[in-house]
């Protein structure tokens, strides 16, 4: 199977209103930057995203919120972004917050084909509400479900033509796991090579989970909250 595509508008052709999305990366490294501009291009809608974050007001997913092609966000932290809370608070947006841990865990059980699993994270607060609660060894943990998607969307640092993927430190903290849960996995990379050139026990996430792959360009990589020492 060719895998290789020309770029980001063809890896996401057959996105179509109302799709399930999860988009990698963590706050705003090493995030799919060229297919969420595609996304944007291409004015899909009723979007459900699937991310650590929110991005921020002009870049990242902050894009697709500008353009209100988002229907619904299910994250972890959104706090850098002050369209996602305008339109949350006008009612305009649905919203999942889910604890960090747990949405890296429903994620990886999805990549896993486990369809659920029990944690302690959010007893006896709002997130316990509907959800089915069992006691082990004396201490309470709500049941989560796998969570999957139609399509997963990553970037990595390097991949070869049979989709192998090599990421690099903290853009594998969900990109690795959201390669596996998609029933569609698109990874756009900033260099693309033939195989055989990927150390074997470097790889990340194995070709197998890998549909479709581009070599991006143009990558910004921004710092999404400096830091500085006086």
Known sequence: MNKVIANADEAIRDIADGATLMLGG?????????????????????????????GVD?????????????????????????EFERQLLAGELEVDLIPQGTLATRIQMAGMGIPAFFTPAGYG???A???EVREFDGKHYLMEM?????????KAWKGDTMGNLVFQKTTRNFSTSMAKAGKI?????????????????????PGIYVHRIFQGSNYEKRIERKTVKI
């Open 146 to 154: 796998a969570l999957p998607a139609d399509f997963a969307i990553v």
């Open 26 to 54: 963590f706050g705003l490294c090493g995030i799919p930057e060229n297919c969420i501009a595609a996304l944007v291009r291409k004015g899909v809608k009723d979007l459900t995203c699937i991310s650590n974050n929110a």
């Open 185 to 205: 996995t698109i990874a756009e990379v900033e260099q693309l090579v033939q195989p055989g050139e990927l150390d074997p026990d470097q790889i990340h996430v």
């Open 125 to 127: 607060t709002e997130i």
């Open 129 to 131: 509400e509907g959800k």
């Open 58 to 82: 002009d870049f990242g997913l902050g894009l697709l919120l500008k353009t209100r092609q988002i229907r619904k966000m299910m994250s972890s932290y959104v706090g850098e972004n002050a």
